[in-house]
């Protein structure tokens, strides 16, 4: 069974920052993509940034520039750096991972998610 646990969110003002974690324990293999979703209220749940087992990354248009997603897969660990914190980004944020584990000879690939933290940015 794998587990991610989100971590580092909280109430910030307008200009402000955050640093979100979220580590991924149990039985795992591999780690391929990662990635950060929110969901603010009353709004479906949006794709925020990916980083792919190359560190490839991409992001939703509202946040480059601001935010920046990196891992450490030693630790199966991905970050979320948010800079210059807007109302708007105001949200759950969720992380995901696509999981490589093994089970007796084969290896099995399964999306996990996290419980998700509360981001506030206000006044």
């Known amino acids: 069974q794998v587990q991610l646990v989100e971590s580092g969110g909280g109430l910030v003002q307008p200009g402000g920052s955050l640093r979100l974690s979220c580590a991924a324990s149990?039985?795992?293999?591999?780690?391929?993509?990662m990635a950060w979703y929110r969901q603010g209220v009353g709004k479906e749940r949006e794709l925020v940034a990916t980083?792919?087992?190359?560190?490839?990354?991409k992001y939703v248009d509202s946040v480059k520039g601001r935010f920046t997603i990196s891992r450490d897969n030693a630790k199966n660990t991905v970050y979320l750096q948010m800079n210059s914190l807007k109302p708007e980004d105001t949200a759950i944020y969720y992380c995901?991972?696509?999981?490589?584990?093994?089970?007796?000879?084969?290896?099995?690939?399964?999306?996990?998610w996290g419980q998700g933290t509360q981001v506030t940015v206000s006044s």
């Open positions: 149990g039985t795992i293999f591999s780690i391929n993509a």
């Open positions: 995901n991972a696509d999981v490589q584990y093994k089970r007796g000879l084969y290896y099995y690939s399964n999306l996990y």
């Open positions: 980083i792919t087992s190359d560190d490839t990354t």
